[in-house]
């Protein structure tokens, strides 16, 4: 996983709620065996409605998805948050995630902002208006900004997960920071015991 310390970049409004995983990532994608390749179903379902928002080319290089509250809810899926990342988003914005999207995000990369309602809406105002707007994910800080809006709002992360982004710390990455320990305890490990 790389490290994160700033997510910036143009924004995706989509103006929905209670977005599922199956919506995220619709069922039929979860057959393939490589792990590439995800960011074609990304809302496939979606998409082809042409008024849908990611086929509105002024968004077209977004790489901030900003959403409405609930999202992510439904089944624990990875292939969702890859799906997202390859599209070529770093980081989703949202009133609240379901807690298994949450944790699947912080242990791939991607960066799950909450903010309150209110400053969500600003945003979607905002990118909107003109969708050249910047937003900065600022993991370092804990801050959200989108200078042209007048927009700097602090959103909440665990230091646990906010080290995890800084220092692109996935769970092998974790564990191999005890390699150390864990080879000497093998070392000391009875053979007779099992593997």
């Known amino acids: 996983m790389k490290a994160v310390r700033i997510a910036s970049g143009t924004g995706l409004p989509l103006r929905r709620s209670d977005v599922d995983t199956d919506q995220i990532i619709p069922a039929e994608w979860l057959k393939r065996v490589e792990r ?62 379901s807690d298994i999207f949450r944790n699947n995000c912080t242990k791939n990369g991607l960066v799950p902002v909450v903010l309150p309602e209110a400053v969500v ?51 092998i990455g974790i564990t191999l920071r005890h390699a150390d320990e864990i080879d000497a305890y093998e070392s000391t490990r009875p053979a007779w015991l099992p593997g």
Do not use: C, K
């Open 36 to 97: 590439t390749g995800f960011e074609q179903g990304l809302f496939s379902t979606w998409r082809d409605d042409r008024d849908f928002v990611m086929n509105d080319e002024r968004y077209a290089r977004a790489s901030i998805l900003v959403a409405g509250p609930a999202f992510g809810v439904g089944s624990s899926r990875e292939h969702a948050v890859w799906a997202i990342q390859q599209h070529g988003f770093d980081a989703v914005i949202a009133p609240s995630f």
């Open 121 to 171: 809406e600003r945003i979607w105002a905002a990118i909107e208006a003109d969708p050249a707007t910047e937003i900065v994910v600022d993991v370092e800080r804990l801050v959200v900004e989108v200078p042209a809006a007048g927009i700097t709002e602090p959103f909440p992360m665990d230091p646990a997960t906010q080290h995890r982004f800084l220092e692109g710390l996935d769970d």
